[in-house]
């Protein structure tokens, strides 16, 4: 059981991180979610927080101060200048969950483990949430005990809907769409399915990989103007190739090949082209396969 003194600290809100915020509600223990210049983390910078803050119901972050003397528990984050008690994550080596298998996606997720440190069962719900986020290639597969792959999709389809506006008809068609052309592009010899033009991919293209089963190399452009390049659903010997190509470029890459995952931050020249208007996407497409043939798929 945990201290019930501490406070426990948030990372990056997706599925998960709501579901372990409403059961530390449900306990009554105090939390606050990890924020960089006063916002609410994202992925990329919940290793890097420099304060708290509360979310408002608009999702909106309220600035907090955490008391001095109160125990912390990060979960998927880290904060400057200051230590926890204790760590709930599964991204990177050495927390708790990082090499845990499919069918050990309880111990693995974070979520299973705050259940755990809170002697408390999971839900049906739960079940699919942890395997969802610990594996989900794995998870529509079949290989997390207690998982149904169709109730899977329901539940990610759904999510996906409420939060896009989309109608759950039209995600669930954009899923299964996104997996028959991930099955039409793969390359045997690769053992991967590649999507090297970001403004040309399938709406749903990360999600129908992982109910096609198939790994998937992809870019993708963010608002903010980064151009990132990631493998997903692919075993650990093909995720630590991707990784190992890409540090050979000198970039910096991040993933797990135990949870099937990596990715790295492109050179902006990409995204610069992509941004002029009398760059057709023919170019842009010559300018990704010529970067793909610098760090080639087969390994």
């Known amino acids: 059981m ?16 709501r579901e372990i915020a409403e059961v530390l509600d449900a306990h009554k223990l105090a939390h606050a979610y990890a924020a960089r210049g006063a916002m609410p983390v994202t992925a990329r910078t919940a290793y890097d927080a420099d304060g708290v ?23 998927e984050c880290t904060m ?3 230590q926890a008690q204790q760590r709930v994550d599964h991204h990177n080596p050495g927390d708790p969950g990082y090499d845990m ?8 997720s974070s979520l299973g483990q705050i259940l755990r440190l809170l002697d408390r069962e999971p839900t049906p719900t739960q079940h699919l949430l942890a395997a969802a986020d610990h594996c989900l290639t794995a998870a ?27 109608t759950l008809g039209d995600v669930i068609e954009g899923i299964l769409h996104a997996a028959a052309e991930v099955q039409r592009k793969y390359d045997s010899a690769c053992g991967e399915s590649i ?17 096609a089963g198939r790994p998937i190399r992809y870019r993708e452009l963010y608002p903010g103007g980064e151009l990132k390049e990631m ?26 090949p135990h949870r099937g995952y990596a990715g790295t931050y ?5 995204l610069a082209a992509t941004a002029q208007a009398h760059v057709g996407r023919e170019r842009l497409q010559a300018s990704c396969n010529c970067e793909l043939r610098s760090t080639p798929p087969c390994g």
């Open 140 to 166: 529509y597969q079949g290989e997390c005990p207690g998982v149904d792959p169709n109730e899977l999709l329901f539940l990610r389809a759904s999510w996906r809907a409420r939060m896009s506006g989309r």
């Open 266 to 270: 492109l050179p902006g020249y990409l």
């Open 101 to 108: 298998p499919p069918e050990r996606y309880l111990e693995g």
């Open 231 to 256: 493998l997903k659903g692919a075993r650990p010997e093909h995720i630590e190739r991707f990784m190992a190509e890409h540090r050979a470029l000198g970039r910096e890459v991040y993933g797990n």
């Open 53 to 75: 803050v509360r979310l408002s119901r608009s999702g909106r972050g309220i600035p907090m101060v955490l008391a001095s003397d109160r125990p912390l528990v990060f979960v």
């Open 195 to 211: 999507f090297a033009d970001p403004t040309d991919v399938p709406r749903d293209l990360a999600e129908g990989g992982a109910y």
């Open 2 to 17: 945990i201290d019930k003194a501490c406070s426990f600290v948030l990372g990056a809100r997706d599925p998960e991180m």
């Open 80 to 82: 400057r200048h200051r």
